[in-house]
């Protein structure tokens, strides 16, 4: 990124200095430095969703408000494919199958779960891992060699 008195510039765009000097692009280092241009690091990234600016964290209530709200809506939505079996059985007595109702318990339990975990957590830093916990990493598997295919 370049900066001219701290304020960013694009170096490919024309540019017209103060005096009225206009520039079509600023590519030519020599310009840059004449001009005063300067290059800076970018600044470091940030997650919008949880920081207004680089180490600047949203209000962590009204995160956790906003988290667990997606959490029910994302958990409601997963059931919605389903809630027609647990009409079915309410209005005409038909059993609904034993996997969707395993399948079902453990979608709540895992809302209900993270929805825990959201309202525990006291910094944005841990609402972030609650929200999106770490992906367990798995060893390595061993490469298979013909002898082991041959078994198969």
Do not use: C
């Not at 004449?34 to 970018?42: I, K, S």
């Not at 079902?104 to 609402?127: C, F, P």
């Amino acid at each position: 990124m370049f900066q001219r008195n701290g304020v960013p510039i694009s170096i490919d765009n024309e540019f017209t200095t103060e005096d009225g000097v206009t520039y079509p692009h600023l590519r030519d280092p020599a310009v840059r430095e004449a001009l005063g241009v300067v290059e800076v690091p970018d600044p470091a990234p940030y997650d919008q969703r949880f920081y207004w600016d680089h180490g600047l964290p949203k209000d962590l209530d009204s995160l956790k408000a906003q988290w667990i709200a997606q959490t029910k809506a994302d958990a409601n939505a997963t059931l919605a494919h389903t809630d027609w079996l647990i009409i079915r059985k309410a209005e005409r007595d038909i059993d609904v199958p034993a996997e969707t109702t395993t399948a079902r318990a453990a979608i709540i339990q895992a809302a209900n779960d993270k929805e825990a975990a959201i309202t525990a957590a006291t910094t944005v830093e841990e609402l972030i891992v609650a929200v999106f916990p770490p992906v367990p990493t798995v060893e390595a598997v061993p490469a298979l060699t013909s002898s082991d295919i041959g078994a198969l």
